[in-house]
């Protein structure tokens, strides 16, 4: 069977990933099989360009086609923050919990939205990117143990449990991951199926 790299270590996005592609057509690997992969410094200005360097250095590395994933939460009342900085506001889940909270204390505006950007490279190239977003609110406590990262605080419009109240199957029928991940598959299904014609 063909393999794609998703250029992550991060375990979570890894297994949302794996429910979301199934195990029928491809089998997915990540950087966590890839140990000796050197890291790349993530400079971009938004999530799209954070993503295509993830792609692109994972790609060449790798030397299979790769796909990476930059996701981040954007909270209205705090000029988007933390935005591409999601994963770097502080040093645990934990805390990067706590200091949101801490900044949204006494704000009555809660509204926010997880993004995600999906950038894909094939031969040391990026073809294609995608972005996906779930708008939503910040709780004012922390709730369930479900997911990762500022799971616990984030709750999906038209719900009122957390994203980590959520089951995994929940959480994957509508997040930021899912909407980016639909237009990706769409995209390479619309590939594939003019290589089918170009073959026969
Ligand atoms: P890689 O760069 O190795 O993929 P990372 O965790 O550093 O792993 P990002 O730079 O894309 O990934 O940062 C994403 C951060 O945004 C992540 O660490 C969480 O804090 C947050 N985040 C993204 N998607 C999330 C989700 O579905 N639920 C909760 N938090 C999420």
Redesign the pocket.
């Known amino acids: 069977m063909s393999y794609i790299v998703i250029a992550?270590?991060?375990a979570h996005?890894v297994q949302e990933y794996a429910k979301l592609i199934g195990d029928e057509k491809v089998e997915l690997k990540s950087l966590l099989d890839y140990p000796g992969f050197p890291g790349v410094e993530?400079n971009g200005a938004t999530f799209a360009e954070?993503a295509a360097i993830?792609a692109l250095a994972a790609c060449k590395y790798c030397d299979v086609p790769a796909f990476?994933?930059?996701?981040?939460?954007e909270i209205a009342a705090l000029d988007n923050r933390p935005g591409i900085y999601?994963?770097r506001y502080a040093a645990t889940?934990a805390e990067?919990i706590a200091r949101v909270l801490g900044e949204m204390e006494g704000v009555t505006d809660r509204r926010a939205r997880?993004v995600?950007a999906i950038a894909i490279a094939i031969n040391g190239e990026i073809i294609e990117s995608f972005e996906g977003e779930i708008k939503g609110t910040i709780g004012f406590t922390p709730k369930g143990t479900n997911?990762?990262?500022?799971?616990p605080i984030f709750i999906p419009d038209g719900m009122t449990r957390s994203?980590a109240e959520l089951t995994d199957a929940e959480k994957n029928a509508i997040?930021?991951?899912h909407n980016a991940f639909v237009k990706a598959q769409e995209f390479v299904e619309d590939q594939m199926s003019v290589l089918d014609e170009d073959f026969n």
């Open positions: 992550t270590s991060n996005k993530e954070n993830k990476a994933d930059d996701s981040g939460l999601s994963a889940d990067r997880f995600c997911g990762f990262g500022y799971d994203f997040s930021h991951r």
